[in-house]
């Protein structure tokens, strides 16, 4: 069965400062999409950056972009430059092709220091 | 974030109480999620529905029972809980189900049984 681990239940980032958010996955598909979604206090869970598998070049989006090393079945999450309004819980999720369930992680809850 | 609503937004009841909880999506999507949001688990995958039709009950009591008039509208009904059925309930949609497209999500119900 396919697993998402988050080994970081909680991060601490210097405001302006880079922090990288760890996730890995066990799969024995080849074709899969991964997700790094944001839920801020109280707001709505939205998506921040995916990645499909089948692509060698990793996702950016702005200040956040991700390191996918498929062998390894990691998929890191860096937050360049990170602001207040970053400070969220993270999740990490994994969905294989050709079905419709997501695999969520347990999330790592990111705060951000002034 | 007025793509996917859900109503109501916290909840109070006993365990002998009926209740339910009611998700709409606004964005024109086939597919819609309930999942449940347990401190330091993953998100659950409760029920899935694809243009009105059950697709997935992850082994769900019964004591939730879903309910999906057409693609916009979602509900949740509550009867007979327990304690441990206190949780973050969230809604989700997604244009189709067996693709990459990204999932989004409703602000929550936090339900609390007593």
């Known amino acids: 069965a396919q697993t998402v681990t988050q080994s970081q239940p909680e991060m601490s980032v210097q405001e302006a400062e880079t922090v990288t958010l760890s996730c890995t996955y066990d799969?024995?598909?080849?074709?899969?999409?991964l997700f790094w979604y944001k839920q801020p206090p109280s707001r709505q869970m939205i998506l921040v950056i995916r990645?499909?598998?089948?692509?060698?070049q990793n996702a950016t989006e702005n200040r956040f972009s991700v390191n996918f090393q498929k062998a390894a079945k990691s998929f890191s999450l860096k937050i360049s430059d990170s602001q207040l309004g970053d400070a969220a819980m993270y999740f990490c999720?994994?969905?294989?092709?050709?079905?419709?369930?997501?695999?969520f992680g347990t999330g790592t809850r990111l705060k951000v220091l002034a | 974030e007025t793509g996917v609503t859900q109503t109501p937004r916290h909840l109070v009841m006993g365990m002998t109480n009926k209740k339910s909880l009611k998700c709409e999506q606004h964005?024109?999507?086939?597919?819609m999620y309930w999942y449940k949001q347990s401190a330091k688990k993953p998100l659950e995958l409760m029920f899935v529905?694809?243009?009105?039709?059950?697709?997935e009950n992850n082994s769900v009591p019964s004591r939730f029972s879903p309910e999906c008039p057409n693609s916009s509208h979602l509900f949740l009904h509550l009867h007979t809980l327990q304690p441990e059925d206190s949780a973050l309930y969230l809604c989700?949609?997604?244009?189709?189900?067996?693709?990459?497209?990204?999932?989004?999500f409703g602000p929550g119900t936090r339900l609390l049984v007593l």
């Open positions: 999720a994994y969905k294989a092709s050709g079905t419709y369930k997501y695999i």
């Open positions: 964005l024109g999507h086939n597919a």
């Open positions: 990645q499909e598998a089948y692509k060698q």
């Open positions: 529905y694809n243009f009105k039709e059950q697709t």
């Open positions: 989700a949609s997604s244009p189709r189900i067996y693709f990459q497209e990204t999932q989004y």
């Open positions: 799969t024995s598909e080849s074709d899969y999409y």
